[in-house]
């Protein structure tokens, strides 16, 4: 039998070559030939075998039980052998169609028992951190079986769906909406004048339009909530809906800003009530149209990830009170991080003006300069 040479990379790969090299096996009886234990998954074809994207098992039960290699009182099966091989990916497979590189496929097997069998009799698989290991892989498995099937995308009914269509509505049929920012004056002929200011500043500076306009509201506003907000009005509909918190837009600014058709857009001056407005578009949302059909497996997405987080909630919630959980939050408080509790460094009085001129004085008389030069170059005396 062609071996592989046994360094670290063949200790790395017999713990690649075997998939669930994670999971912990009792101990197996030593006849030489035996019922495969039924491990995790129990999947058909496999034998009961770990190897979840194995390909079918080619062997009859009696020939899975036949034992190929045995490591201290624990055994190999033919049937374990095939689900190892047949777990990893098919360019790995080729690699082992001849009997030499199936001997080699085989001789990593036992290696890796190998590893296992030394591990346990050092007492490894009872250290907390490959408990814990265990636990986490025990966890997995159950979110991957038990969980995973309490809800199926085909609970999520058409009915369900238009249902939820219909509900939220709102949310998927918007309105067009336009943002403007405004400034407030008493009088229209000031709005005119300051009109024509700003039209001939954006000419001459378009990139500083928005500047512009903000300096605008504060220097002439007359509305001093308006100014607050640098005149901005924030989004609002052609039926003058606007944004929760916001003020009511009167129906002369809104037909107004839905008639401006680019950002920027500088409207005439907007007789409104008792005082004249000049508007600037500053954003714009197109209508958006969503049929049933359009967000269909959207939203059948969506009650499926709600329905499953509710049902694994119910499950743990099921499990809680089956294992009588107790807690008690007040020992929290002995846990520190030790990280604050390192001493702090001891202070030490630093020297003032007088004992630094004083140590300069000194140096000075022995002729090692202390003070730049008055070209900022080396240092030496005045």
Known sequence: MNRMKWNLSGVAMVVCVVS???????????????????MADGASG????????????????????????????????????????NDQPAYVRVRYNTLDKKKEF?????????????????????????????????????????????????????????????????????PAQVRVSEIVFA???????????LQAGFEKNPRRRKQLFMEAVKEHGTLVTSKKTHGDLGFFTREGVVEKGRSPVEEQVVEAAFALARINALSPVVPSGDVFRVLML???????????????????????????????????????????????????????DPGLELPMPEKKNLPGMKE???????????????????????????
């Open 106 to 174: 085989l001789d990593n097997l036992v290696r890796f028992e190998l590893l296992a069998y030394e591990a346990r009799q050092k007492g490894y698989d009872k250290s907390p951190d490959v408990l814990f290991a265990l636990k986490q892989r025990m966890i997995k498995k159950l979110l991957d079986t038990d969980l995973e099937n309490l809800v199926s995308m085909t609970d999520i009914t058409d009915a369900d769906v238009a249902g939820f269509y219909e509900e939220n509505k709102a949310s998927y049929n918007k």
């Open 46 to 85: 496999h034998h009961g075998l770990l190897g979840e994207g194995a390909a079918k098992s080619l062997l009859s039960p009696e020939e899975a039980a036949v034992i190929v290699a045995r490591i201290g009182d624990s055994g190999i099966t033919l049937g374990e052998y095939e689900a190892r091989l």
């Open 20 to 38: 669930g090299c994670g999971d912990l096996k009792p101990e197996r009886p030593g006849s030489e030939t035996r019922a495969v234990a039924p």
């Open 356 to 382: 630094i001129d004083a140590m300069r004085g000194d140096l000075e008389k022995k002729g090692i300069p202390t003070r730049p030069n008055s070209r900022g170059g080396a240092l030496g005396t005045p």
């Open 187 to 197: 009088d229209g002929a000031k709005g005119a004048q300051v009109l024509n200011d």
């Open 282 to 336: 500053t954003n714009r949302r197109p209508e958006v149209v969503k049929t049933l059909e359009d967000v269909k497996r959207q939203i059948r997405n969506k009650l499926f990830r709600e329905r499953k987080g509710a049902a694994r909630e119910k499950y743990v919630a099921e499990i809680r009170a089956r294992a009588g959980v107790s807690v008690d939050e007040s020992k929290l408080a002995l846990v520190r």
